[in-house]
């Protein structure tokens, strides 16, 4: 390999912030933090991401469109590493991924982890409704569309939305 | 290295069957929140069996593949629980079934994420975060309907007789799962001591039992398991290799 390593991983990094999230395509992988590694075996180019909920579907097509994006790219030897552990968390998702969610109308997980206990009807997170940014919110479901969302909704402004849960 | 094996697909077989059965209730929940909630968990489940079976293929090597492994198994080759296998009944059973599995989940999980198999201990980190959402929801649903009206009490009570002889095989320790070093007379106190908490604020009722139903996690099965393979494994039996 003719080019310096360092410059090749700045290189995948940019290019890997291009693949988005098939299920929220305003985030990109690297929004969501879970893009964890990118390293160079020899000729090989290893990108190690992790699932942000383990039966998530969107994984199986992110590893995909890393692959393809790569490809597009000229780069050929690509593997894509899973790993589990550390396990993902809402802290690892950038602050510009939380702004974009917010302008793309869903509530962006709360900076600290408040509930996540197993403990029965314990308080409800406090969620700033992404429309009218009014408090007066109130969870309906903690599961929502996907693995990752709960659905709330706000009493000011009377709309539903979703709240991509601390995790 | 057999007995990690079974272990690993116990875990694996356990998983997914719940995850298959929950599946039933997509389309058919009481209400649309619910129902949303309960298929999340069944696709958590699923997340949590395809991890497993990914890992016990790699162990058998031999070609083996997470698919293989769940679609051209036969029923004496499934290590699940018996408790998983059994029908959702009404919404009283089904939810009872899912707050029992969670609450085990939860306690065996916080000791296999500490298990020198990294493999195992990383698989229960990851899923033990989903799981704490599996149990807040099951057991605040045991307290909503036990605690609810006549009827939905009567059908906790009945979903309690009904499941009863089916939750000690979870803390009876197969050979393989001795071999795995878990500490499962302290899961059963974890669990009790939950089971009973849930319960008292549900104004139920935690059985005293005399008979222990045994043998999933060696093969032998229920009934209701052949009729859920044969529904899951319909399609790669009769189309062979057929893919999406």
């Known amino acids: ?167 | 290295m057999q007995h990690l094996i079974n272990y690993t697909l116990h875990l694996a077989d356990t998983t997914l069957i719940l995850s298959q059965r929950n599946s039933e209730w997509c389309g058919h929940g009481p209400i649309l929140e619910q129902d949303i909630a309960l298929t999340n968990i069944s696709l958590d489940l699923l997340g949590q069996s395809r991890s497993f079976y990914q890992y016990a293929a790699e162990l058998i090597g031999n070609n083996a593949t997470e698919d293989s492994l769940a679609y051209l198994r036969n029923e004496r080759e499934f290590k699940n629980l018996l408790l998983v296998e059994l029908p959702n009944a009404d919404w009283a059973q089904t939810i009872l079934k899912q707050f029992y599995f969670s609450t085990y989940q939860l306690y065996l999980f916080q000791q296999l994420q500490q298990h020198n198999n990294a493999h195992l201990a990383a698989i229960a980190e990851k899923a033990i975060k989903e799981i704490m959402y599996h149990v807040r929801w099951s057991s605040e649903w045991v307290i909503r309907l036990g605690d609810g009206t006549t009827e939905s009490y009567e059908r906790m009570l009945h979903a309690i007789d009904e499941l009863k002889d089916y939750t000690n095989e979870m803390f009876i320790p197969t050979n393989y799962e001795t071999e795995m070093k878990i500490d499962f007379k302290l899961i059963q106190q974890q669990w009790n001591e939950k089971v009973n908490t849930i319960f008292e604020e549900a104004t139920l009722t935690f059985p005293n039992k005399t008979f222990s139903q045994t043998g999933g996690k060696t093969g032998t099965h229920t009934e209701h398991l052949g009729y859920i393979l044969a529904e899951m494994q319909y399609l790669q039996r009769s189309y062979p290799n057929a893919q999406w």
């Not at chain 1, 991983?9 to 999230?21: E, F, G, M, N, P």
């Not at chain 1, 894509?80 to 690892?92: F, G, H, Q, R, V």
């Not at chain 1, 599961?143 to 706000?154: D, N, P």
């Open chain 1, 1 to 167: 390999m003719v080019e310096n390593e360092n410059i090749l991983i700045k290189k995948i990094w940019k290019i890997l912030a291009s693949v988005t999230d098939p299920e929220i395509p305003v985030l990109t992988i690297i929004d969501l933090g879970i893009v964890r590694d990118v390293v160079i075996n020899n000729e090989e180019i290893e990108v190690i991401i992790t699932p942000t909920y383990m039966g998530c579907p969107a994984m199986d097509m992110i590893s995909m469109n890393i692959k393809a994006a790569l490809f597009e790219q000229g780069y050929k030897n690509i593997s894509i590493k899973n790993i589990l552990s550390p396990a993902w968390t809402t802290d690892w998702m950038s602050e510009e991924g939380k702004q974009k969610l917010k302008a793309y109308g869903i509530a962006p997980p709360n900076p600290k982890q408040i509930v996540c206990t197993p403990n029965a009807f314990q308080e409800e997170e406090v969620v700033q409704c992404p429309k009218c940014n009014s408090y007066n919110t109130q969870l309906i479901s903690r599961f929502g569309s996907t693995a990752c969302k709960a659905l709330y909704k706000c009493y000011h402004c009377h709309e539903p939305f979703e709240y991509f849960k601390c995790h």
